[in-house]
């Protein structure tokens, strides 16, 4: 059941209802203003990852700046975007099942979309979804970059998997996926540059084989938040896969970059808004939002602007508050922000987002994929 909106346009932020999810647009535009800046010198594109917002609407906002498209993670949220008005959509994932993949297929009526495989098991399941569509379905191999998560082994084994796909009636050959996850929370510059440096010599020798077979490599995918300018300049990749630099979040704020390469060029966007509901004891305070409202596989949320005031315990619908000797506390029924340590997963707890500018409601739009994981 969809929830009613918690604010409506030209309200104050202190009278939105909470827990509430808050976009601050001031700082949401810079940053998307800011990611197509620093990728303009580069010649790489940007593939924003719609995993993070689930929004058409913000989809579209990208776009309109020069975006390319949009990555997903689920067929669910390929649809919401499709049908959203989205027209370039890359499923930056593996999808096993008839009946997910015969939903992808559909989507080739109204988008132009792609998936990615790795492995002979994936191909013969897109061929079956594409003959019985009657479309040519386009694949991109993800080859696995240094994360130890999906992909084939860089070098021959891709090569024969993309040379397969190629030969294939039912499908084209679209390129790599080459996305290291594991770098994006390394903290230090050091330690993510690293790890890229060994994506771009993995990508590269696959590149080469691909080249040798005589096949064209259209799309060279990967990069996030934490390491774009990395992939970017290193004339490997052609697309940039980033999402979380829209919002940001308590645990990209934990990375290290002096050198504003990569999240330190960004600003905190997005906040969930809650109320203190409680100060039964000195040095404590209780707001509304607890693990219904946020979540903690990332540490602990962060309570905006308000030094010697921590986030230190949840249950179900509290969030307890540890305050310093010396501070004024939060006052009872006060509004606070507070920073979600994960983004993508705090969205996806929420209908709705509420756009702030100067303290006022300026707009609402619908998570739209909200809850589309599959």
């Known amino acids: ?23 601050d647009l001031d700082a949401f535009e810079h940053n998307l203003d800011t990611m197509m800046r620093m990728l303009a010198p580069t010649g790489a594109k940007l593939r924003a990852h719609a995993k993070t917002h689930k929004s058409p609407i913000i989809a579209q906002l990208q776009i309109a700046r ?7 993670q689920k067929v669910g949220e390929a649809e919401a975007l499709a049908w959203g008005g989205v027209k ?22 109204i988008a132009t979309v ?15 979804a594409a003959r019985d569509a009657n479309r040519r379905l386009t694949a991109l191999v993800e080859i696995d970059a240094g994360g130890g998560r999906c992909g084939a082994n860089p070098g021959a084994e891709s090569v024969e998997l993309a040379k397969r796909i190629a030969s ?7 390129g790599l996926q080459a996305y290291h996850g594991g770098a994006q929370h390394r903290r230090t510059h050091e330690e993510r540059e690293r790890a890229i440096v060994h994506a771009v010599a993995v990508t590269t020798q696959t590149l080469e084989g691909i080249n040798a077979a005589g096949l064209k490599c259209g799309i060279v995918g990967g990069g996030g938040t934490g390491t774009f300018m990395l992939e970017a300049r290193s004339g490997v990749y052609t697309e940039i896969q ?10 990209y704020g934990r990375n ?32 509304d939002a607890g693990l219904k409202a946020l979540t903690f596989e990332s540490g602990m949320p962060l309570i905006w602007e308000r030094p010697g005031v921590t986030y230190v315990d949840p249950s179900c619908e509290h969030g307890q508050l540890k305050v310093e000797a010396g501070i004024e506390a939060p006052s009872l029924g006060e509004k606070l922000r507070v920073v979600p340590p994960h983004c993508d997963p705090c969205v996806d707890r929420y209908d709705w987002y509420v756009g702030v500018r100067s303290g006022k409601v300026e707009c609402l739009w619908p ?5 589309c994981i599959s």
Do not use: W
């Open 168 to 174: 294939s009636r039912h499908l084209k050959f679209g």
């Open 66 to 72: 020069g975006a390319v498209g949009q990555c997903v």
């Open 367 to 371: 998570v739209a994929a909200r809850g």
């Open 256 to 287: 290290i970059d002096d050198r504003k390469e990569s999240v330190g060029a960004f600003r905190q966007s997005l906040f969930v808004l809650s109320t203190v509901m409680s100060q039964a004891r000195e040095g404590t305070a209780v707001i």
């Open 114 to 128: 792609a998936i990615c495989v790795d492995s002979l098991f994936h191909v013969k399941q897109l061929e079956t």
């Open 88 to 109: 370039d959509i890359l499923v930056s994932n593996e999808v096993v099942g008839m009946q997910k993949l015969r939903r992808f297929a559909a989507l080739a009526d």
């Open 1 to 23: 059941m969809i929830q009613p909106p918690p604010a409506q346009p030209g309200m104050m932020e202190q009278e939105v209802d909470t827990p509430a999810l808050i976009i």
């Open 242 to 251: 980033a999402g979380s630099y829209v919002f940001m979040d308590a645990d």
